[in-house]
């Protein structure tokens, strides 16, 4: 599919978000402690590609599961547009336990040195892609496009 079609989706998804973001205010207001909970596994719903290059998993952290309704929104939309992907949400804790599991002692005593909990995020997220392959995509990260047409057969894809 040509440029134009990615820009006006991208726009079109874009303003409906925002538009769902300006809801939720009155919903929060209204509901103030509902949150939902983002799952730590989410198998993909359709059948993935047996020869793909990047494995089709989508990680993401975050301090909580618990999220305001557009983080949720946001999530549901997310699977909606890589159905054919495994989805992966690492808590803030099971970050900690994945690098006791799968790094070195010095990049363990790295990790719980950093204060910051995105400094952290960042670290974990080099080695879970490093030892797993896929695709990480901060919370708040809205796909515009099927994530298996952006990857297509690539090696390694890196959007701004």
Not at 46 to 60: D, E, F, G, S, V
Not at 64 to 79: C, E, H, I, K, M
Not at 96 to 122: C, M, W
Request: charged content about 20%; some cysteine.
């Amino acid at each position: 599919m040509n440029n134009t079609a990615k820009v006006i989706a991208n726009r079109l998804i874009r303003l409906t978000g925002n538009l769902f973001k300006m809801l939720s205010y009155p919903f929060h207001w209204v509901f103030p402690k509902l949150r939902f909970t983002i799952p730590a596994y989410s198998p993909a719903k359709l059948k993935m590609r047996a020869n793909a290059t990047i494995p089709r998993t989508i990680w993401q952290t975050n301090f909580t599961d618990q999220a305001s309704l557009p983080v949720y929104l946001n999530y549901l939309f997310n699977r909606l547009m890589s159905l054919n992907c495994d989805y992966r949400y690492v808590s803030t804790e099971a970050r900690g336990e994945f690098l006791t599991e799968h790094a070195s002692p010095e990049v363990y005593d790295a990790y719980s040195r950093l204060t910051n909990g995105a400094a952290q995020a960042d670290l974990w997220r080099l080695l879970v892609l490093n030892t797993y392959g896929g695709v990480y995509m901060d919370i708040d990260a809205t796909l515009v496009w099927p994530l298996d047409k952006l990857l297509g057969d690539s090696q390694e894809l890196y959007i701004r």
